[in-house]
């Protein structure tokens, strides 16, 4: 077997494997010798139709699969002859040897990695506080959560309920999903366009007037961008916000029936410091990726790549519910992504190789806890986690990657900024 490599690209190679004849030959007739002794052939005993016969009826198919079995292996000696490493399939075009069978197999290598400059990944780790007034702007969003709505009998204002018909016209025409029959509007929850809110401050039940709006230029619909249209308003009713008082039974409302009021505020504010730990995991996680990827350019293969897209397209495709490929979103949305993805796993793989990272069993337990946090009978729910095999081998991965990325914080510069809890989780 002779093997030649040029390289085409900086990943690309193209390598040439020369098979000599001899060795086909020999292949193809120890083939048709052991085909001839149980070949049944029309006017022939068994075994005993002449190997001249034998070679017509069977020596094209046994030569095409004969070769189709030495490039496959050829193909896996000459890589390793070689030390290649491909990042995927490659393609095959045959071509005519001096003394045998030739074919050229063009294909992507994987990269060398060599990590660079880790000791000069700089992260910033919020340091997020909840104070009173946090507490009472989250115990103001549940309270929302479960608010009343009052008939009044007085003006509209922001914060008010307005239920109401409208008719849209553009130039004395009907548009379409200018229509509305009983709509509630929350004033100021800009759930509508912010002049058709304004016209409807101020009105009362029973009332019925006419608005102009004017349409933004950047408008969903093309039609209406930056027109000015005329709506027919009918008000039914008027409503104000009545918030539950915050005692035993507003606890009650989120199914804590012992410790009261007291015992909600503690859960409130565990939750918050338990999202708030969640963000600042992700943030601090993405502030890592970010570094360690502008720290270490590399060159990825194409073929990683566009798996990664048409891995991302179907799942997209199933969480929009599309079965029908044709209708799947371009699979150029996903390339981007795809790219980033290929390079930071590539070079995460290269960091766990050189320290020799192993998955910390704490580490472990820790994340299924955080898995199953939500669930009533969690203990129950962790301990079926860590008894399936087949599931840690899906959750082990993750771990391990989070367990680079913890090496690389440890490794790394890190500071600490004071932030509010609203500040943070609403920027």
Not at 138 to 157: E, G, N
Not at 209 to 230: Q, R, S
Not at 369 to 395: F, K, P, T
Request: with cysteine; proline share 4%; aromatic share 6%.
């Amino acid at each position: 077997m002779q093997v030649t490599v040029e390289s085409t690209g900086a990943l690309e190679r193209r390598m040439r494997v020369e098979l000599p004849a001899e060795r086909i030959e020999q292949e193809v007739a120890s083939r048709l010798k052991s085909v001839g002794k149980t070949a049944k052939l029309k006017g022939f005993r068994p075994g005993k139709v002449p190997p001249k016969v034998v070679k017509q009826r069977y020596g094209k198919q046994i030569r095409e699969e004969v070769l189709s079995e030495l490039m496959q292996k050829s193909y896996t000696d000459a890589v390793m002859q070689e030390n290649l490493n491909p990042a995927g399939g490659p393609q095959i075009e045959t071509e005519d040897g001096k003394d045998g069978f030739a074919y050229v197999a063009t294909f992507e290598i994987m990269p060398k990695v060599e990590l660079k400059n880790l000791d000069k990944i700089e992260v910033e780790i919020p340091e997020v506080a909840i104070d009173k007034a946090d507490m009472d702007e989250m115990i103001l969003r549940l309270q929302k959560q479960k608010a009343s709505w009052t008939p009044v009998d007085r003006k509209s204002k922001e914060g008010d309920k307005v239920t109401c018909d409208f008719t849209g016209t553009l130039k004395g025409e009907e548009f379409e999903g200018g229509k509305g029959t009983e709509v509630p509007v929350i004033l100021g929850g800009g759930q509508m366009l912010p002049e058709f809110e304004k016209g409807l401050t101020g009105v009362v039940a029973g009332e019925e007037k006419d608005i102009k709006v004017k349409f933004p230029k950047d408008y969903h619909a093309e039609d209406l961008n930056g027109k000015k249209v005329d709506f027919a308003i009918k008000v039914h009713s008027v409503e104000e916000e009545v918030l539950p008082e915050v005692n035993d039974e507003f606890a009650e409302m989120f199914e804590v029936k012992e410790g009261g009021i007291k015992q909600f505020m503690n859960d409130v504010k565990e939750n918050m410091e338990r999202e708030a730990e969640q963000k600042l995991k992700g943030d601090v996680r993405e502030q890592i990726m970010a570094q360690l990827l502008e720290k270490n350019p590399i060159e990825i293969p194409k073929t990683l790549v566009h798996q990664e897209a048409h891995a991302l397209q179907h799942d997209a495709m199933q969480r929009l519910g599309i079965e029908d490929h044709d209708q799947a979103p371009p699979i150029s949305n996903f390339e981007e992504m795809a790219e980033k993805r290929v390079r930071l796993s590539l070079l995460v793989s290269q960091l766990i190789a050189d320290q020799d990272i192993k998955v910390d069993d704490a580490k472990l337990r820790e994340h299924v806890e955080e898995m199953c946090a939500g669930y009533e009978n969690s203990e129950d729910m962790v301990n079926m986690y860590l008894g399936n095999a087949q599931i840690l081998q899906q959750i082990q991965p993750v771990v391990l990657e989070q367990q680079a990325f913890d090496w690389l914080l440890e490794n790394g510069k890190s500071s600490a900024k004071k932030v509010g809890f609203t500040e943070y989780m609403n920027p």
